[in-house]
């Protein structure tokens, strides 16, 4: 139902017509569809485990993308309210510390992939605007002669507040998207912003389109992230930057226990006494548990291709910044 | 030695299906497979029952309309009294049937249109009566999820189900004071701590004449008629649909109320 929802928007939107054919991710079309470029990755995902997990469950591959739609669209009014709850706020600095490691320069073109909400596409259109109004009052300053009215008329004339800059938020519930839409109202970010409905294992846009690609705690949610991978080192330009903010592990064994504990028995009940959802946010905590550790993702993004790979873990390890570069 | 484990555990871990370390099982309860008693069972660990009975109890205080949180109250904190409640149904003769033959009162289970055809007065159509004029349907009840014996989540569930049964029979609406006039006479009846917690306090949320009007009339007539009825969960309901409501409340004891509540009377 999702599948061929999202694969007639695609067709619609006028993308490449082979993307468009592979984009619905049902497994009969993969392996029905044979030759041309496509025929020497599909093969290799003949040999696929067809079991998956889900949290602590173990689900068929095809389940677990229905599933964990299902999980966010229940979950996405309360999500950001969930979110300070849950981690007492400190999911704020995280998405600040991408951003900051981030240094986005003028006229970047970002892509925020399962970026729903728009936590980090708010704090790059907050970043680039105020790199751009720095910039525009150094080049005041270093102008000492101006009249008023020359200098009243540079202001004026500045059509475009960010300099270029440009984020492209896609996520692929619809949910999410619309909460995200609401608060880009509600807090009147317009310029410069675009929601698409996408996959990220299927992105419906072309190679070589962006120069950053950053996923902030939605990677361990798809299905298959080496897929996710590929696509963002495809639509990456050459020099572009690949940014994951994510859960990873806990390498203290006291902090590591704490966490267990604050995890299984308070996430669960906040869950349900705020949100009145607790299976959804027992997921949540399961799929964490479920994620690579630091150095196994690193790997993982190294096999899609990326290179000068690292990793920063922050607040123990309980997220890390993973960063790699198409060069 | 936590990175020793998990690099030798490395090329085990892509594979899907793979737990974490048996040192953690302890702390992470298992919400799904084996070990469910009944279908929504959600297993909690003591620490999680008391912080779900502490949240559930500020939020129903703080935003009453969460019913949910209230039958999570009321799950978390009634283990011991579901108990004695158990005990006492399996003494009586109807209480017994209820638990052995198991019936649920829900919109699938209710032959609508036969209640429909029930005589003026009979307790079915009057149940059927309360239920449009209140517009409530017994559907919108919350399943037991955090009550770990499958026989005392079903007495749970049927006490929710009587619920409503109680609103006819006591005469009373579902608005607020309504439903606090009900709490007290169940609070008596079952002795559930839930229903003492709301009886206690959810009149903090009244205006002053409804409370007037609560503490000098209807808690006193409530009080006195659950002393003096039978267990209200030893009737078998379903098959009393034709029983006039009049003559029901008399078998009970229960009186007409003091003042005429605003709604259904």
């Not at chain 1, 572009?240 to 990873?248: D, K, Q, V």
Request: net charge positive.
């Amino acid at each position: 139902m999702a599948a061929s929802r999202s694969c007639a928007l695609w067709s619609c939107c006028g993308r490449r017509w082979s993307r468009s054919m592979r984009g619905c991710w049902l497994s009969e079309l993969h392996s029905s569809w044979s030759g041309g470029p496509l025929g020497a990755r599909l093969l290799s995902q003949e040999k696929r485990a067809t079991e998956t997990h889900f949290g602590f469950e173990t689900v068929s591959e095809e389940e677990k993308g229905g599933k964990v739609y299902q999980v966010f669209e229940s979950v996405a009014k309360k999500y950001d309210v969930m979110n300070d709850m849950m981690s007492l706020g400190i999911h704020r600095v995280w998405k600040d510390l991408l951003i900051w490691k981030m240094r986005p320069l003028p006229g970047t073109q970002l892509l925020d992939v399962a970026g729903g909400t728009g936590d980090i596409a708010f704090r790059f259109l907050n970043y680039v605007q105020a790199q751009h109004q720095r910039k525009q009052k150094r080049q005041l300053r270093a102008q000492q002669n101006l009249s008023w009215e020359e200098i009243a008329k540079k202001y004026q004339s500045e059509e475009d507040s960010l300099g270029g800059s440009r984020v492209m938020v896609c996520d692929i519930n619809k949910e999410m998207l619309k909460v995200g839409k609401q608060k880009a109202f509600a807090q009147q970010y317009k310029a410069g912003l675009a929601w698409v409905l996408g996959d990220a294992e299927e992105l419906p846009f072309d190679d070589d389109k962006f120069d950053i690609y950053t996923i902030a705690f939605g990677i361990r949610n798809v299905t298959h992230i080496d897929q996710a991978l590929q696509e963002a080192h495809r639509v990456l330009k050459p020099g572009g930057r690949f940014l994951c903010l994510e859960f990873s592990q806990v390498s203290n064994p006291l902090i590591s226990r704490l966490y267990d504990l604050y995890s299984f028995q308070v996430i669960p009940v906040l869950g349900e006494v705020i949100a009145g959802d607790w299976k959804s946010y027992q997921y949540l905590v399961e799929s964490i548990r479920r994620f690579p550790s630091q150095e196994e993702f690193k790997d993982m993004i190294e096999d899609a291709g990326f290179q000068k790979v690292a990793y920063e873990s922050l607040t123990s390890g309980i997220v890390a910044i993973h960063s790699g570069f198409k060069l | 030695m936590a990175t020793l484990l998990r690099r030798v555990l490395r090329p085990l871990r892509r594979l899907p299906g793979r737990p974490g370390p048996a040192a953690d099982v302890s702390l992470r309860p298992r919400s799904h497979g084996a070990g469910l008693l009944y279908p929504d069972h959600i297993p909690t660990s003591p620490l999680q029952k008391a912080l779900l009975a502490a949240g559930s109890a500020g939020m129903a205080l703080y935003n009453p309309y969460r019913h949910d949180m209230v039958a999570v109250l009321g799950e978390t904190t009634g283990h011991r009294t579901l108990k004695i409640l158990r005990d006492q149904m399996r003494r009586d003769p109807e209480g017994a049937q209820i638990l052995q033959e198991r019936p649920r009162i829900s919109l699938s289970t209710l032959d609508l249109g036969k209640l429909q055809s029930l005589p003026e007065g009979s307790l079915g159509r009057e149940y059927l009566r309360f239920l449009d004029v209140n517009r409530v349907s017994p559907d919108t009840r919350v399943p037991t999820r955090f009550v770990d014996d499958e026989e005392l989540a079903y007495v749970i569930q049927r006490y929710r189900e009587v619920h409503d049964m109680l609103h006819t029979l006591l005469g009373m609406p579902t608005n607020i004071l309504g439903e606090i006039v009900v709490k007290w006479f169940e609070a008596v009846q079952t002795g559930l701590p839930m229903c003492i917690l709301g009886a206690l306090f959810g009149p903090i949320r009244l205006s002053v004449q409804s409370l007037h009007l609560l503490v000098s009339e209807l808690i006193p007539w409530a009080v006195q008629n659950g002393r003096q009825a039978p267990c209200v969960l030893n009737l078998y309901y379903e098959r009393r649909w034709e029983q006039p409501l009049r003559a029901l409340r008399e078998e009970l004891g229960i009186t007409v109320p003091p003042v005429h509540v605003q709604g259904l009377a």
